[in-house]
Each structure stands twice: as C-alpha cells, then as structure tokens.
C-alpha cells in the first residue's frame, strides 16, 4: 500500500503517526482481500474506505459497537459485496478477539458494492 495514501487517511482522521501506526497492517491485510476480489476505488473512495476500516478497529479496540437500528440496508447490497465485506470485516473481528458485526459488515458493503458498479461502467 502506497505511503502517500496511508498519510492521507492519518491526516483525514487526525490520529498522530504513532496511534495510526498500528492499524497499518490492517490496512494492508484488507487491501490483499480487495486485490483478490478485484474490487478498486476511486482515490475518493478508497480514502473514505480506509477511513472507516481504521475507524472500525478504534471501535473493536475500544469495545464499542454502533449503536444504530437495522436499517433494511442489507437487501440493498449484493451478494457478492456482501461476502467481500464479510472476509474483511470478520478478519479484523478475530485479530480484536471479537464477534463479527452485521451492521458494521453492510456498512463496508455499501462502499464495496458502490465500488464494483463504479468498475462495470
């Protein structure tokens, strides 16, 4: 993974170099899962993306979950979205000793299946 594009996601969520150290190899495990499944983004997206991947191991570090109703969400998002999104979600889960989340796994399909319509154009 780029280290430009890694400062760009510490910078756009303000962490110092030594908190977001930590999650760069998240980072680069989730980029494999990505790679594997040909799923790319845009610069845009792909910040966005990683942004919320670093966000949600803050939230399995700290023990927090979302704290938001099921929305209905998951019928909006494909099959094959979803299943990306659960290896990546699931994969980061383990490393925190902690259950996967569904809400969190919709949350990185939605940026996901955004993704794979933005490549079928």
């Known amino acids: 993974m780029e280290q430009n594009f ?32 040909n799923v790319i983004f845009t610069y845009e997206f792909k910040l966005v993306f990683y942004s919320h991947i670093v966000s949600f191991c803050q939230r399995l570090e700290a023990k927090e979950k979302l704290n938001v109703t099921n ?4 019928e909006e998002v494909s099959k094959e979205a979803y299943g990306i999104s659960s290896k990546i979600i699931t994969m980061l889960s383990e490393k925190y000793g902690t259950e996967a989340d569904d809400l969190e796994i919709i949350l990185a399909a939605i940026q996901i299946q955004l993704a794979l319509e933005f490549q079928n154009q």
């Open 71 to 74: 929305s209905g969400f998951e």
């Open 6 to 37: 890694l400062e760009d996601v510490r910078q756009h969520l303000g962490l110092s170099e030594a908190d977001f150290s930590k999650y760069t190899e998240n980072a680069a495990e989730v980029e494999k899962i990505l790679e594997e499944n």
